[in-house]
């Protein structure tokens, strides 16, 4: 594995009003790793992804991608910097078919957005690389039903489906497995290795399932009250004493 | 693509089209006038329905052009109206104050509803949903205004409205009907084919996922103002050709043409058709030109009560209008069948 670094926060803060959500963050993701972020509910995970994927601007401070500064652009240039950006509520287009779910997403990544003279179906490539996603996050025989009829632990698939298709260097997942039913866990978790390791891509995970993270992750970062209580490999962070303190009460139990 | 690979895949528009262009000739007949006499516009009650049928082909255009926008890419306008009134005042204006040929007012209402939906799309990045609707029933209602001065009434009319244009002897509808009555078809069906292939254009997909989820479609990387912007402008363009011909038809232009009771009347249509479904908006521009005008001739004024009861129990019960509701229960039923056929043979569908 290299050490390259292919994202990196510069003092990175947001505010809303007096609340501080994200407090002057630096955050380093090597190439390649799956880094995992965790921390208890409120520590501003979620804030910190929708800053690194242009969905909210920070307050002060830098989100550098391969060097470049990518903070003020616009969230609908994030993909094509190569971020993809899955949310933690089921963000899809409900009465449009799986298949077309995807196809949307292959064809923001060419230049025929504007031929509106043509039929979409004429652009073949598009339709090959949707049904090569579909393939690979296991939704073939679900291709032309309807987004809003899928079982939500197939809408999570789809969804990772939708960031999978432009084929984007870096997948920021907010809480992949949320919601899904125990035993659709792993097969989930498979996946995302699974994508990972096929196209030399980095994965950013927020997650609650403390298993999940434990067994997957190359890299952790601890948040707490919008900053970095900690960083390390799983079996750092578990025996971090700051970070059990942090999860008071035994909500979760760091040693399974 | 050739031609009739268009109408192979629209058998239903194709009957439509011969019904449409048989029409006047079978009115006539009823009437006693043999379809010579009827292509000599002499017969009385064909002229009548060709009449109705123009103004229908209209109000089925000017729907359209609410379709594109409200059912296929979501932004809900109160402003639809100006769209049309632009069109149909500066044909007015054109032809009556600067006298110009045809062509060239064409060519006048062609550039301005360009200009319009620029204008209209300049709120679009700063306002969404009920907010852009608002902020559309503002510009619009200044527009109304406009028109109505009197400072303005030398060219247009003011309260009254415009009239006296003089339409070219070719195409004037009193004396030529039967033509301007294949011009406004051929205006029709053509608007219809171009906006069948927009929404299924990689432009008219991308709007139908703004109208799904404009957020995500942003995630996904597609920068939504200009497909808006696209839409609008589809839109504007159809909506003033509505007008064009709606000046060119009608002996009068009212100014209500410009006020928000005509923006809901698009509205209305393409509830009672089916919102987003393209074809609703010519059914529904049937039903509710129809049904305004029996009640009209039977019941009088009051029709207007009666209308709106009928809109409400439309959208009580055939929440998706007529065109939705069919293509809705025709998969229904094709999904039935298809789960009855798997019944008896189970193993030919595994």
Request: charged share 15%; aromatic share 10%.
């Amino acid at each position: 594995m290299t050490t390259d670094i292919i994202f990196e926060t510069k003092n990175l803060s947001k505010h809303f009003g007096a609340l501080i959500a994200v407090d002057s963050v630096n955050l380093k993701v090597r190439k390649n790793s799956l880094h995992a972020i965790i921390g208890p509910n409120g520590a501003g995970k979620t804030t910190f992804f929708n800053l690194l994927s242009g969905n909210l601007e920070p307050t002060s401070g830098q989100v550098i991608f391969k060097g470049k500064d990518i903070t003020h652009q616009p969230v609908h240039r994030t993909i094509h910097f190569g971020i993809g950006r899955s949310f933690q509520i089921t963000n899809i287009f409900p009465n449009l078919t799986v298949f077309e779910n995807i196809r949307l997403a292959a064809q923001a990544m060419g230049r025929d957005n504007f031929k509106f003279w043509q039929s979409a179906s004429r652009f073949k490539n598009y339709e090959a690389r949707t049904s090569e996603v579909i393939e690979q996050v296991g939704l073939k025989n679900r291709a032309y039903t309807l987004a809003r009829t899928l079982p939500h632990g197939d809408q999570r698939k789809l969804e990772l489906g939708m960031i999978l298709a432009p084929d984007p260097e870096v997948l920021l997942l907010d809480e992949p497995t949320a919601g899904m039913a125990a035993e659709q866990v792993p097969d989930l978790i498979a996946l995302i290795q699974g994508i990972q390791k096929s196209g030399d891509r980095t994965v950013m995970l927020v997650e609650h399932n403390m298993n999940v993270v434990m067994s997957v992750s190359d890299e952790i970062t601890v948040m707490h009250l919008g900053k970095i209580l900690a960083e390390g490999t799983p079996a750092e962070i578990a025996a971090n004493k700051e970070v059990q303190t942090a999860y008071l009460g035994g909500l979760y139990d760091l040693n399974v | 693509m050739t031609r009739t690979s268009i109408f192979a895949k629209n058998r239903g528009l194709l009957i439509t089209l011969v019904l449409l262009v048989l029409l006047p000739f079978i009115v006539g007949l009823f009437d006693g006038a043999s379809p010579v006499a009827v292509w000599n516009n002499l017969s009385g009650n064909s002229k009548f329905i060709q009449g109705l049928a123009i103004e229908i082909f209209i109000l089925a255009l000017y729907a359209l052009s609410y379709d594109v926008i409200f059912g296929i890419t979501g932004l809900l306008s109160f402003g639809h109206s100006m769209f049309f009134a632009v069109g149909a005042y500066l044909t007015g204006i054109a032809i009556k104050t600067l006298d110009l040929s045809l062509p060239a007012t064409f060519g006048i209402v062609f550039v301005a509803s360009i200009v319009q939906a620029v204008l209209f799309g300049l709120v679009l990045p700063r306002v969404r949903g009920i907010t852009f609707a608002l902020v559309t029933l503002g510009i619009a209602s200044v527009f109304h205004i406009v028109i109505m001065s009197t400072e303005l009434g030398t060219y247009t009319g003011a309260d009254v409205g415009l009239q006296g244009v003089i339409v070219p002897e070719w195409i004037s509808p009193a004396n030529e009907r039967l033509r301007f009555y294949f011009i406004a078809l051929v205006v029709l069906i053509s608007i219809y084919l171009l906006y069948q292939r927009f929404v299924n254009s990689p432009t008219g997909r991308v709007c139908t996922a703004i109208r799904e989820n404009e957020s995500r479609a942003q995630m996904l990387g597609y920068n939504t103002f200009y497909f808006k912007l696209a839409a609008l402008t589809l839109s504007s363009f159809t909506a003033a050709l509505a007008g064009f011909l709606h000046t060119l038809y009608q002996p009068i232009v009212s100014p209500n043409v410009a006020g928000l009771g005509f923006t809901v009347t698009a509205l209305l249509i393409i509830l009672i058709g089916g919102v987003g479904t393209l074809q609703g908006a010519f059914v529904g521009a049937i039903v509710y030109r129809l049904l305004d005008f029996g009640l009209r001739r039977y019941i009088g004024e009051s029709a207007s009560f009666i209308n709106g009861a009928v809109y409400v129990l439309f959208v009580l019960f055939i929440p998706f209008g007529i065109v939705g509701t069919w293509r809705l229960r025709s998969f229904q039923i094709k999904q039935g069948w298809e789960s009855l056929l798997k019944a008896f043979h189970p193993d030919s569908h595994q």
